[in-house]
């Protein structure tokens, strides 16, 4: 996007990666340093405490006001492209999860916003869980909640026509629910259970596509506020956000192969990149003057564990890593300092080019950007989106620079 903005002809490509499955929340900042789990409710001065206490962290190496414009871009962006979203300009916001714990995030979609409102003043509200959708317990979140909002009330309703179904997925509700027949089907099945309630939280269905129209519709027919609650993966959040990424950016004239991946690369004598690219195999090939090489973690593909060592997966850059496998995890899944193999990852210049073995930029147009840079443990700093956005527009940003 940062890219197409400004009028560099490209083409992106790439299959499932860790979007498919995000909350749809774009965090900054939440925690730093981890250990301590120290919460930040200004992100811009955890920034600060972060890159004074890591100076390798990506955001080292960008201005505040690059993050801030980086933010602003793409949230015009997400707005163009009909998935507004809204936050506080210099706070976190509290948003619920799916297992009734809270976490800091720096911008909500709109149809999660109210709920950070209602999170806030705690008026009585109603949460709906699904029969048959699995990973998603209202009384378990008002349990969690039960001495901080003692006026939360549950309800199980059926989703329309799955009655006959064990289980039931939030995909195809979330597309059932743009047939205005299955909202008014799904309002008929809540509306009982609403009562003195004066505002409803529900799992993150509402709609695929559209879902402005369908949070404002189901609104309607409730007579009360909405806001959806993400669920664990797969996440329609974050399904909306790769739908719209690959829509809007098709809409600014990017060459858009989804579903296709790289199978081989080449590094040109005239220093450009020719790539290899397909479903299954090599179909098409792509030259570039440069790349933005984002091709995730362990999900999305770009880093691949084999017994004993951690791989780049493209263009088998080196990875900073532990020496030893053995210290990789700790013992705890849960403990508290996080593990070590969740900050392995690329390292890169203050160009946000990827380092070959004598530490040198390893071509001088390719560029990193994303979860699969180190020093970045992004699940519990909850900077995950702020890493990906944020070293996409310094990637973008140093390529002009270099190439003009
Ligand atoms: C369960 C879950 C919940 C999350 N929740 C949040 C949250 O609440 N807030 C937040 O800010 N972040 C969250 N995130 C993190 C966020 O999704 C990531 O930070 C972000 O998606 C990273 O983007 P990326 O482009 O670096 O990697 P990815 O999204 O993983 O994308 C990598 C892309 O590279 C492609 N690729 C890999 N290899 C190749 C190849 N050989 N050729 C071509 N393409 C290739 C993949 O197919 C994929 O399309 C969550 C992630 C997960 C998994």
Known sequence: MFAANRELSCVALGQTGEINFATGFLDLLGVHPVDEKRVWTDPWAGIDALVQDIPQHPYARLPQEDIQSAFEEILNFLEETGLPYNRRMNQNSGVLTSLGTLKPTYCVPHSMWNGVDALEKKPPCLLIDIRGLKGFSARQIAAALQNEWPALRTARVSFPDTDH???????????????????????????P????????????????????????????????????????????????????????????????????????????????????????????????????????????????????????????????????????????????????????????????????????????????????????????????????????????????????
């Not at 509700?173 to 047939?179: G, V």
């Not at 995950?384 to 973008?396: D, K, L, N, R």
């Open 193 to 404: 259970h609403i009562k003195d309630a004066q505002i409803v939280g529900l799992p993150a269905i509402l709609g695929l596509y559209r879902t402005l129209e369908v949070v404002s519709n189901l609104q309607e027919l409730f007579g009360v506020p909405l806001f959806e609650i993400p669920t664990i993966p797969p996440s329609v959040p974050g399904l909306r956000l790769k739908e719209a990424f690959e829509r809007g950016l098709r809409a600014k004239g990017v060459d858009y192969f989804s579903q296709n991946r790289v199978f081989e690369v080449q590094h040109k004598s005239d220093g450009c990149f020719e790539l290899g690219i397909g479903k299954m195999a090599p179909e098409n090939t792509v030259q570039s003057r440069g790349i933005i090489l984002a091709s995730g973690r362990f999900i999305g593909g770009g880093l691949h564990a084999d017994r004993k060592h951690i791989k780049e997966t493209i263009f088998d850059l080196p990875v900073c890593q532990p020496v030893n496998r053995a210290e990789w995890h700790h013992r705890d899944f849960l403990d508290s300092r996080g593990h070590l193999v969740n900050r392995a990852g690329l390292e890169i210049d203050d160009s946000f080019r990827p380092l070959n073995s004598s530490r040198q930029p390893a071509f001088r147009t390719l560029f990193a950007a994303g979860s699969l840079l180190a020093y970045n443990d992004w699940k519990r700093m909850k900077c995950g989106a702020g890493v990906a956005i944020t070293s996409a527009f310094g990637a973008v940003k140093s390529f002009i620079r270099i190439n003009t």
């Open 165 to 191: 179904l064990n289980e039931v997925f939030t995909e195809h509700m979330a597309s059932a629910l743009i047939i205005s027949q299955n909202r008014e089907k799904l309002a008929r099945a809540m509306r």
